[in-house]
């Protein structure tokens, strides 16, 4: 069965220092992983997803995300954090093989705290 | 262009009884499925449903029934609401391949007193 692993609940980082939410994923077949993240009393928005063959994925705000198959890992990251990017994240990852595809199964969320 | 709309946003429910909470999207997606939000526990898998009259259980389908009568609908039944059902409940749907993301309603706070 597909899993997802956010290690950390809370990552605290001063604003303009980089930033990184880890996260690792266990598939049977191929993974299809997605960042989400959540503001306060929102529903979830995607930031971004694993493309085959590109190891560092950008998506949206800023973010972009490094993709370790021998590691089974996708940790988030951007350069520069900003106060408003305070918010709860999730990895997620999709099972690429037979009738688990289609489901995404999520990890237990990391909140992200930027200090001013 | 509405999206996954959830209703309604807030519920209060005495234990025992029952609801069914809504959820419809208009993008054609084929995907369905809901989750419930808890401190610590992440985004759990209740239902899911991959068209019209297909469902399956996800990771926690105790205490929950759902039905796909059209691509549009995907309701989630609670027959007689427990303590432990007082969360946060989101609805999402996906249409192929399997790297396309889960699109979100905004979700359901219920409460089971």
């Not at chain 2, 239902?47 to 995907?74: K, M």
Request: hydrophobic letters at 30%; a neutral charge.
């Amino acid at each position: 069965a597909q899993s997802v692993a956010q290690p950390e609940d809370q990552v605290n980082v001063a604003e303009g220092n980089p930033l990184t939410v880890k996260c690792t994923y266990s598939v049977s077949g191929n993974p299809y992983l997605f960042w989400y993240v959540q503001y306060p009393n929102r529903g979830l928005q995607f930031l971004l997803k694993y493309i085959t063959g590109d190891n560092l994925v950008k998506g949206s705000y800023g973010f972009e995300a490094e993709f370790n198959k021998s590691q089974t890992s996708f940790h988030l990251k951007k350069p520069s954090a900003l106060v408003s990017d305070s918010a709860l994240y999730f990895c997620a990852v999709r099972d690429g093989s037979g009738g688990a595809t289609n489901k995404l199964i999520f990890g237990t969320g990391t909140l992200l705290a930027v200090q001013p | 262009n509405a999206g996954v709309t959830q209703t309604p946003k807030f519920q209060v429910l005495k234990t025992g009884q029952s609801m069914t909470l809504q959820c419809a999207q208009d993008m054609n997606h084929e995907y369905m499925s809901w989750y419930r939000q808890d401190p610590g526990m992440g985004l759990r898998l209740i239902h899911y449903s991959v068209g019209a009259g297909i469902t399956d259980q996800g990771e926690v389908p105790n205490g929950y029934n759902v039905s796909r009568s059209t691509t549009e609908d995907f309701p989630l039944r609670l027959l007689s609401a427990a303590p432990s059902q007082t969360s946060v409940y989101f609805c999402a749907s996906y249409r192929g391949p399997p790297n396309s993301p889960l699109h979100f309603g905004n979700g359901t706070r219920l409460t089971v007193t």
